[in-house]
């Protein structure tokens, strides 16, 4: 009675169960993840909203917009801060301002140069006159 192509069917079907059932898992732990993130985000939202009044909180949003990387390591430094009692009252954009201020001058600052070679400008096949 075991019929050979019977037996390949069941197999497939079983196979495309289990895929399917993967599948599901893999799409239910991305879904918690993403809510996972999403609470933890509005979570650093509203510790923000609760220090910065709403000017600084404008400064820091133009920051995070202009360098993400420096507006992140700022939020975090703030949440720390509120988190271990640091903070006595809200935070103003003036002091905001400070607060970056003893930031960049704490970091490396890169040095750029620019070097301009005269001999290759004067050389310039522009200028020929006629």
Do not use: C
Request: net charge negative; glycine share 4%; aromatic share 2%.
């Amino acid at each position: 009675m075991d019929d050979p192509e019977l037996e390949e069917i069941r197999k497939n079907r079983l196979a495309q169960l289990q895929s399917q059932y993967n599948a599901g898992d893999q799409a239910a732990n991305q879904k918690a993840q993403e809510e996972k993130l999403k609470a933890q985000e509005d979570a650093k939202n509203s510790i923000l909203s609760q220090i910065l009044d709403q000017q600084a909180r404008a400064r820091l949003n133009t920051l995070m917009l202009g360098k993400p990387e420096k507006g992140k390591m700022i939020e975090s430094m703030l949440i720390q801060m509120a988190q271990g009692g640091r903070l006595r009252s809200r935070i103003g954009e003036k002091e905001l301002i400070d607060l970056l201020e003893n930031v960049n001058s704490q970091l490396p600052q890169h040095k750029t140069s620019v070097k301009f070679d005269r001999r290759r400008a004067a050389l310039d096949s522009d200028d020929d006159d006629f």
